[in-house]
């Protein structure tokens, strides 16, 4: 069962032998990490405007919930952004609220957290839930503010 409420400080095993805590809240951010028998992960992820923030879904860094959403993975000196939408296989593009056209994310590609941060981006996200499921493919819109997001890198080297 996918557990929706969280409060800062507590750890849950969320899958036998997956932990995730709630570490801290941040400007809508979500800071968590993620014990395993391989290591500890950390992430943070944030909705986009009006919808609830996503929970672990106990598989190391992956959540539930609303899309589209903005995550920021910290795992040792790589930290990057992604925009989520509901399922895995997605088409990703975004730009700075009000800007004329939109940069599409090559799988593969990263978003550089300094670029987004304090903006307010419109996400387009069209995903499927397998390679080859055309026929139900989504796609999520939506606006997520992006202050805080070299913040929460802070927040987290710190405790590392």
């Known amino acids: 069962m996918v557990r929706t409420e969280w ?10 032998g ?8 941040h400007e809508g951010w979500r800071v968590w990490s993620f014990v395993t028998a391989s290591g500890t992960y950390y992430a943070a992820n944030k909705p986009a405007e009006g919808l609830a923030h996503a929970v672990p879904l106990g598989v ?4 539930f919930g609303p899309a589209p959403r903005a995550s920021i ?32 994310v090559e ?15 419109e996400v387009v996200i069209s995903s499927m839930p397998g390679e080859r499921a055309f026929s139900k493919g989504v796609e999520d819109h939506g606006f997520i503010d992006m202050t805080g997001t070299v913040d929460v890198i802070g927040i987290v080297d710190a405790l590392m």
């Open 7 to 16: 409060i800062i400080g507590e750890e849950q095993e969320v899958s036998p």
């Open 18 to 25: 997956n932990y995730a805590k709630l570490l801290a809240e």
């Open 60 to 63: 190391e860094q992956a959540f």
């Open 73 to 104: 993975i910290l795992n040792g000196p790589r930290r990057y952004v992604v925009f989520h939408g509901r399922h895995l296989y997605a088409s990703v593009k975004y730009r700075e609220a009000g800007a004329r056209f939109l940069t599409s």
């Open 107 to 121: 799988r593969g590609t990263i978003v550089e957290p300094h670029v987004v941060n304090g903006k307010r981006v």
